[in-house]
């Protein structure tokens, strides 16, 4: 028997002796007299007399604590193989569509610096029927509307929402936008679309979010993006909608503003029908990158808004991890206006990035396509293997990893539980004591 290579025991500042184990993620409290004897078996489990207490024994291998001398690594390579096996799926296609690059909008961290271009056509819209069509194996089709601003293209999305239905697909939408195009008609076909999720951004209050997230005349778009997403949610819609704040060293005190205004307003249905969550900007490359976050800021930015004001901002506990982004599915692209496909939405616009095109099977730039499926996957890194928060990581932003392979970089890609996970277990416990409290009272 050996300590598992995915335990993390520490002394909190306020509640003692905690325990928490990565792959099983069983977490507890101990006594110090049971902290004590748990330090001792950390050092040599087999040469520790369990006899007089056997339940001690049980307890730690249940939790996944102490493990077979070939378990971690056997975890490890059954969680590698459930990875790669959701990855390689062909059961289900995620398209990520951009009905157009233009956008009413000109935010100032916006990556699509190019926003020209045509719309997609009525021949392009085609062509995306007939390439989805040649995914046999396919049984659901998983879309979302991007752009640009994809409510600039709402004739085309209808289009083609009309051809999935007469192909009887099981499909379902999600719309990002940016909210500000939002009429009566939209809002009452949003059900009949199969868009059972909006995304819209607010980056702050009026004065921040008017400053970051303007038209391209310069006008503000905060009133106007409240009072549609009153009309959404005051709507027959049946759908979510996620509030998106892009969070930077400039806007990080607004979070909580966006967060009170929306739960205030929509006290019966927040956390149900509608939700805040923190979207981060990263700044490589960025004249303002200094004002960006990196994950280390990240998780302290969640540990601060869950101590100062009492909102988890994002889960204060390290779940096991989902199985990656479009980048490091095989069934899963990004298609732009002109038919032209991605496997990341940041790379829309950027011609050295194209992988292929939905009417050319033939002639794709497969070398680009396994650097990110196979090259830059967080499963063939060794440093990865060893680390302790494989079961909780799908290896960060894998357009990152992508970048640092190609150019040698060295940029981030860690969770943001990395530098902080013994603070926002500390504040995950205590969030779970007052639940507790509160139903028995």
Not at 104 to 118: M, V
Not at 169 to 175: R, V
């Amino acid at each position: 028997m050996k300590w598992s290579r995915y335990n993390r025991l520490f002394k909190s500042k306020r509640n003692g002796w905690l325990l928490y184990n990565a792959a099983a993620g069983s977490f507890l409290q101990l006594s110090d007299q049971a902290a004590e004897a748990v330090l001792c078996i950390k050092q040599n489990p087999d040469a520790y007399d369990f006899s007089e207490q056997p339940q001690l024994y049980l307890t730690l291998r249940h939790l996944g604590c102490i493990v077979e001398d070939s378990q971690d690594d056997d975890f490890y390579n059954i969680l590698k193989m459930r990875r790669l096996t959701a990855a390689y799926a062909a059961t289900s296609l995620l398209l990520t569509v951009a009905i157009t690059r233009n956008c009413n909008f000109a935010c100032s961290y916006c990556y699509e610096s190019n926003r020209t271009g045509k719309p997609m056509s009525h021949e392009t819209a085609q062509k995306l029927l007939d390439f989805i069509a040649m995914h046999k194996k396919m049984d659901k089709l998983n879309i979302i509307w991007y752009g640009g601003e994809p409510l600039l293209g709402i004739e085309r999305i209808r289009e083609l929402d009309a051809k999935f239905k007469e192909a009887n697909y099981d499909y379902t939408a999600m719309l990002v936008t940016n909210g500000s195009l939002f009429d009566d008609s939209i809002i009452s076909d949003l059900n009949m679309l199969h868009i059972d999720r909006i995304q819209i951004t607010l980056d702050g209050c009026k004065e921040t979010h008017d400053s970051r997230r303007f038209q391209v005349d310069g006008k503000g778009t905060f009133d106007r993006i409240l009072e549609n997403l009153n009309k959404i949610m005051n709507s027959d819609y049946k759908g979510i909608v996620q509030i998106r704040v892009n969070v930077d060293m400039r806007n990080k005190a607004d979070y909580i503003d966006v967060y009170r205004l929306i739960k205030e307003q929509y006290t019966d249905t927040y956390g149900k029908r509608i939700f805040v969550y923190p979207g981060f900007v990263k700044g490589d490359g960025h004249p303002d990158a200094s004002c960006f976050f990196d994950s280390s800021l990240t998780g302290k930015f969640v540990a601060d808004i869950a101590r100062e004001e009492g909102v988890e901002a994002m889960s204060l506990f390290p779940h096991m991890a989902s199985y990656g982004c479009t980048l490091t599915r095989h069934n899963a692209y990004v298609v732009g206006p002109d038919g032209e496909l991605y496997k990341c939405w940041d790379d829309i616009g950027l011609p050295e990035m194209v992988i292929g095109h939905i009417d050319d099977f033939t002639n794709w730039n497969m070398s680009l396509y396994a650097r990110g499926m196979v090259g830059a996957s967080y499963l063939e890194s060794e440093e990865c293997k060893n680390c302790f928060y494989f079961p909780v990581c799908d290896g960060g932003c894998h357009k990152i990893r992508l970048r640092n392979l190609m150019d040698k970089g060295n940029r981030d890609c860690c969770s943001y539980f990395r530098d902080h996970l013994e603070e926002l277990l500390e504040l995950h416990f205590e969030q779970k004591q007052r639940a507790q409290k509160t139903e028995h009272v």
